[in-house]
């Protein structure tokens, strides 16, 4: 034991050498769903989540523009939100940068050489109710108002703007968008509580108000998965707490559990930090996994009054977890290399941590073996119950049939009703529809906006041009005031310019907040742009790249799934051939039992309905290194009372994980369910019911005989 106390201590420091040298550079972990798996498209999926993961709209539905403002007025004074547009203070930015700025409509007229449609246009503005919004003497055709009025409608097709506020109209109702950038994940959830609120209050439903975009979906699963994790992780505790009462009858196995525990997430954490200096946190997730077989290696070296005595079935339960993961370190998705090294490392951890551990007296499980305590009138009982268990074995198989493998995004994320319906309403006052995203990879902004007009998109380049396109429009409008000035002159009484000296407008360099917004919605990071397309848009253009998320998070899932399916067969090889090499012909009564939970718990998966996914395949891989623990122990019976040990073990595992199937999101509650109906059969299967073995009876000569059985069948193995 004190080469397991010397190789312990040499891990601990090397992990928390690795940690501190993390710590000195910033510990970062990656959150986002996209970085999972490395996609055709992924850097354009990330920038595209990583530009919309702050941002929010909150939809005002009502009868009335008016009423729908004066709520938009209230929801921004109250949440302290700068979602109006300040129109006045973008037209005074605009005012000596206008030189260039051309609607899309007068252009394509003066493309055309439609120039006297062009002036009858600009002497009907002149001449209309609205006055001119920036000085007749550099702008007479009053081409920069035209094009300042058409700024929203190019950007939104059907959408106006109302006081600040884009808005649009549908049949008998009204809806009001208000902008929300930049949300912190505390302050969307105050937002959604607050806008259900005053849904309340207003009396005969006169106006709703729906949350939609990426911040509001995250805050209120964040926040639920907060208050579940933490209540569930509250009850696991008291739980194990009191299933090792219940075992040992005493408290002193508290810090024995609470020090492995601990040793084997730093080791763990320090390993992985080693080798990824952005581990994802799907990684420690999976790591919760660690808590089970920890427990497993404490119950059973206290149970034998000390490590030394089960060490045999200890190492034999280390090598099998340790085979069956190791082929994950193999994936070519980072996510499962991660996931591998974090559990072996701390598998590790927790074994020396347990061999380390000084020989506890006096803590021994109480009530002895029930198998040795059984009696012949007990085999009736003992029959009965095998075959209710073999019944239950065969109708769980029978669900095989009805299993589903499912790669769409709702098997991992279902919204709740209120986010789902403003989604919903959302969509579909959007004109472009479909959901589809071209990213536009330019060396430069300006040369992203050059390729977005060039493949005739509207996006940023519909509200601020390109340099090049802002300079072309100024030859048009030389052509203008050549064809049509003289003319326009005499009708107006207006003259034209001899040079017009206004700068251009730099999207590069926009100062102007409201105009800021909106390249940031557009360009989230650096020099590309990522725009909404229409169903069926292609283009030649290798620098333009069309996206449709859902798609490809469909792919990713299923590359995912692909993997996790192939190294799970890998696994199942490995540790049958290490079988072999422990148990030599009897290894089939152990392999037997981890094919057997694995089966009844996918019939049980198909029986209630819940899809096979990336994540519920990977909670195989725990139920095959758990369950062989139980067979392990449950065959070898290096001590009296290891069976009892083994129930204890295996119900602290199921507290732990199956409190996952109570959960709200879908992720947590598929791996909960899995893991709950897997333990429990790789605990069934690991009994005597499932061995090849004789009963043992509790009369002298029986017993001796057992006893002799199993010694032979113990040096055997």
């Known amino acids: 034991m004190k080469t397991a106390r010397i190789v312990l201590a040499v891990l601990i420091a090397l992990a928390g050498a690795a940690l501190a040298w993390r710590v000195c550079e910033g510990l970062r972990v990656e959150t986002d769903v996209l970085a999972l798996v490395e996609t055709e498209h992924s850097g354009s999926l990330m920038e595209l989540a990583a530009g919309r993961a702050r941002q929010g709209q909150l939809l005002l539905e ?121 949300l912190s994940l505390e302050k969307a959830e105050e937002i959604m509580q607050g806008a259900e609120r005053i849904n309340g209050s207003f009396a005969a439903g006169f106006a709703k108000i729906w949350c939609c975009g990426p911040v509001f979906h995250t805050a209120r699963s964040t926040s639920s998965a907060k208050r579940e994790i933490n209540l569930l992780s509250v009850i696991s505790v008291v739980l194990v707490a009191l299933l090792g009462w219940m075992l040992f009858s005493s408290w002193r196995f508290v810090p024995q559990l609470l020090v492995t525990v601990g040793v084997a997430f730093f080791v763990a954490t320090g390993a992985l930090f080693a080798f990824f200096p952005c581990p994802h946190v799907i990684t420690f997730v999976f790591g919760v996994t660690l808590i089970g077989l920890a427990v497993d290696y404490v119950y059973h070296s206290r149970s034998a009054g000390g490590a030394g005595k089960v060490l045999r079935p200890l190492t034999q339960s280390l090598a099998t977890s340790l085979a069956c993961f190791a082929p994950l370190l193999f994936a070519d998705i980072s996510a499962m290399r991660q996931m591998a090294l974090f559990t072996m490392a701390g598998l590790a951890g927790a074994y020396l941590c347990a061999l380390a551990w000084r020989r506890s007296r006096g803590d021994r499980p109480t009530g002895g073996d029930d198998i040795t305590r ?132 730099d999207a590069a360099n926009v100062e102007d907040e409201s105009l800021k917004k909106v390249v940031r919605s557009f360009s989230p990071r650096g020099n590309e742009i990522v725009v909404p397309c229409p169903e069926g848009f292609q283009s030649a253009d290798t620098r333009v790249v069309v996206l449709d998320p859902r798609q490809a998070a469909k792919k990713m899932f299923a590359r995912l799934f692909i993997s996790a399916g192939k190294l799970f067969y890998i696994s199942l090889a490995a540790l049958a051939v290490l079988l072999i090499v422990f148990f030599r012909k009897k290894f089939f009564d152990y392999m037997s039992g981890v094919g057997g939970a694995v089966l009844c718990t996918m019939g049980m998966l198909g029986w209630l309905g819940i899809p096979l996914t990336c994540f519920t395949l990977l909670c195989f891989f725990v139920m095959a290194g758990l369950g062989l623990d139980y067979v392990i122990f449950h065959r070898s019976k290096p001590v009296p009372e290891t069976r009892r040990t083994v129930l204890y073990s295996f119900l602290s595992s199921l507290a732990g994980f199956g409190m996952l199937a109570f959960t709200e999101f879908p992720v947590t509650r598929g791996m909960g369910v899995t893991l709950a109906f897997g333990l429990f059969f790789a605990y069934l299967y690991s009994g005597d019911e499932f061995s090849r073995r004789r009963r043992v009876t509790s009369s002298p000569e029986a017993g001796k005989q057992g006893r002799t059985n199993n010694s032979n069948a113990s040096r055997g193995e």
């Open 374 to 505: 059984r009696s012949r009138g007990d085999r009736p009982t003992g029959n009965i119950f095998a075959i209710g268990v073999g019944l239950l074995v065969i109708a769980a198989m029978c669900g095989i049939c009805r299993v589903k493998v499912s790669f769409e995004p709702s098997a991992f994320y279902s919204p709740g009703k209120f986010l789902a319906e403003g989604e919903k309403r959302l969509f579909e006052l959007n004109p472009m529809g479909g959901g589809k995203f071209a990213c536009i990879k330019g060396k430069t902004l300006q040369e992203s906006l050059e390729i977005e007009e060039a493949v005739g998109l509207r996006g940023l380049s519909a509200v601020i041009p390109s340099l090049r396109r802002q300079s072309e429009n100024v030859v048009l409008v030389e052509k203008l005031k050549e064809s049509e000035g003289k003319t326009y002159t005499e009708l107006t009484g207006l003259k034209m310019p001899q040079e017009d000296t206004r700068g251009f407008l």
């Open 62 to 182: 009502g009868g009335d523009e008016e009423q729908l403002v004066k709520v938009a007025n209230v929801l921004s004074e109250q949440f302290k939100l700068n979602t109006a547009v300040d129109f006045q203070k973008t037209l005074r930015y605009l005012a000596p940068r206008t030189r260039g700025l051309v609607s899309a409509e007068t252009r394509e007229l003066l493309r055309a050489g439609k120039f006297k449609d062009v002036a009858n246009a600009s002497a009907a503005r002149l001449f209309g109710p609205v006055p001119p919004l920036f000085s007749v003497k550099d702008d007479p055709f009053l081409l920069a108002m035209d094009y300042a009025m058409s700024m929203q409608s190019n950007l939104a097709p059907g959408w106006s703007l109302k006081d600040g506020y884009p808005v649009c109209e549908r049949g008998d109702r009204h809806f009001l968008l208000m902008q929300c950038g930049d």
